[in-house]
């Protein structure tokens, strides 16, 4: 992958610097930002890292296909990208394998995936992976579980723990009961047993 990397005392000089060699604009990268430790003669500087959205595309779907052949699997991966996130769709000749008991062959799937892509770039890039709709499904199951807890405490005003659930499920949680305003969400423990709390707010 082609990553641009240059330092300047500007932070936005070092970026335009990199959209220039990229030939990309802001909206076609993602970029990291990080500050140079001060020296005693030359201050602050700061270090720019760029990468092109369609370099990142182009990276997933080739680590993919790389994997499938390692895994003796055939994997047919479509890449979209929203607001610097990606979401990756796979299908494969084989697709209870991907995704295990419970989901967790496609977890770790999605884990990889993430890891490769912080090596590759230096950059925490979001992605979510998907197969053969799986996770989606999953996600409406859920809602349709959380909305009814969270009718349940609206009414009874009893606080709710729920089981312990991945950073991807948490998020989906949070964002679902912030449309009831008079609940809040917690979230607590650590991983990979961090869980969240429904509560009702108290006047």
Request: glycine fraction near 4%; proline fraction near 1%; charge should be neutral.
């Amino acid at each position: 992958m082609k990553i641009y990397e240059n330092e300047s005392k500007q932070k936005q000089d070092a970026l335009s610097a990199c959209l220039e060699q990229a030939n990309a604009s802001i909206e076609e990268v993602l970029y990291e930002e990080m500050e140079i430790a001060k020296s005693l003669f030359k201050g602050t500087k700061y270090k720019v890292i760029v990468v092109t959205k369609e370099e990142i595309k182009n990276h997933i779907i080739q680590y993919l296909h790389s994997l499938g052949n390692v895994m003796n699997l055939h994997m047919i991966p479509t890449v979209k990208e929203e607001n610097g996130s990606f979401h990756v769709y796979l299908e494969s000749n084989n697709n209870a394998i991907l995704i295990g008991k419970e989901g967790r062959v496609l977890r770790a799937l999605q884990i990889l995936l993430k890891q490769n892509l912080i090596n590759e770039t230096g950059i925490s890039i979001k992605v979510s992976l998907d197969i053969s709709g799986y996770r989606e499904k999953k996600l409406k199951q859920l809602e349709i579980e959380i909305r009814k807890l969270a009718n349940d405490v609206a009414h009874t005003k009893v606080d709710v723990k729920l089981d312990p659930m991945n950073s991807y499920e948490r998020r989906f949680v949070h964002n679902i009961i912030s449309e009831y305003s008079m609940l809040n969400t917690e979230s607590i423990g650590e991983e990979p047993t961090r869980s969240i709390i429904i509560s009702y707010k108290q006047d």
